[in-house]
């Protein structure tokens, strides 16, 4: 396939002769159903390119950069990965319908035009939740945890900031995720809360206070910055060369 402006860029990291490189470029055919893709299969030979690439095992697939299966603080590696199908059984690739999930959110977040988040307490529409039913007061606790922490709250943190309202922590996170202003797991935990996120992706940003973060995508990378008022370095991952990108942002006067 023939690079186009929209069109997702999917890389298959494998080691050589990985048995699972043909399955799991096969399940992308089925999931991608001739959706405009531009699919790579890239070979890694040693654990240094594995860590610059973020091979957690193989194959380990990205889509735009991004591995959708990564779980945090998983190491590079050039061992076999396993996942974890639907059914619960465990396969060296990724089903198709897991596929087809990663790739359904990975397009919407490009619908979504990845906007800089709202500032904590700075005025705003975008992503700004509304007041109503506690949600916004949430919203707020959870990217104060993230930018003090560099990860996301759990719910028993976000309880308080629920109760003022009479809710559970768990029922305004879901009427957030509903309002996709954030993003949950199967056990109600953040994945995502823009523009911070809690899965590998390949945008990691330095507070000046020390903490680490990672991003949804460049722009939010971008963004986090000037939204906590704070000077920063944002690291991102090239998806086509691989190659380390560093910019260095300085909070305004």
């Known amino acids: 396939m023939s690079w186009e402006d929209d069109a997702m860029r999917i890389t298959v990291l494998t080691v050589p002769e990985c048995p699972n490189a043909h399955v799991v470029e096969g399940r992308l055919t089925r999931a991608l159903d001739g959706r405009a893709a531009d699919v790579e299969r ?54 198709v319908a897991d596929l087809r999930r ?49 990860h996301s709250p759990s719910t028993k943190e976000l309880e308080p900031a629920a109760a003022a309202h009479g809710r559970t922590a768990a029922e305004v996170l879901a009427d957030l995720a509903a309002e996709d202003l954030l993003v949950l797991d199967d056990h109600v935990r953040i994945r995502a809360a823009y523009p911070f996120s809690t899965v590998p992706t390949a945008h990691r940003v330095r507070l000046a206070s020390g903490i680490e973060t990672l991003a949804m995508c460049a722009i939010d990378a971008l963004g986090i910055p000037d939204m906590l008022g704070v000077d920063a370095v944002i690291t991102s991952i090239d998806p086509v060369t691989g190659d380390t990108i560093t910019v260095t942002s300085s909070a305004a006067a």
Do not use: K, N, W
């Open 42 to 95: 890239v070979e890694v030979g040693d654990p240094e390119q594995a860590a610059r690439l973020g091979m957690t095992g193989s194959p380990t697939v990205l889509i735009d950069g991004v591995d959708p299966f990564g779980m945090p603080g998983t190491p590079a590696s050039l061992s076999c990965r396993l996942y974890r199908g639907p059914d619960g059984r465990v396969e060296g690739a990724p089903s």
């Open 102 to 150: 990663a790739l359904a959110e990975a397009i919407a977040a490009v619908h979504r035009d990845c906007p800089p988040t709202d500032a904590v307490d700075r005025g705003g529409q975008g992503r700004l939740a509304p007041v109503a039913g506690g949600l916004r007061a949430v919203q707020q606790a959870v990217l104060r945890h993230f930018a003090a922490t560099g």
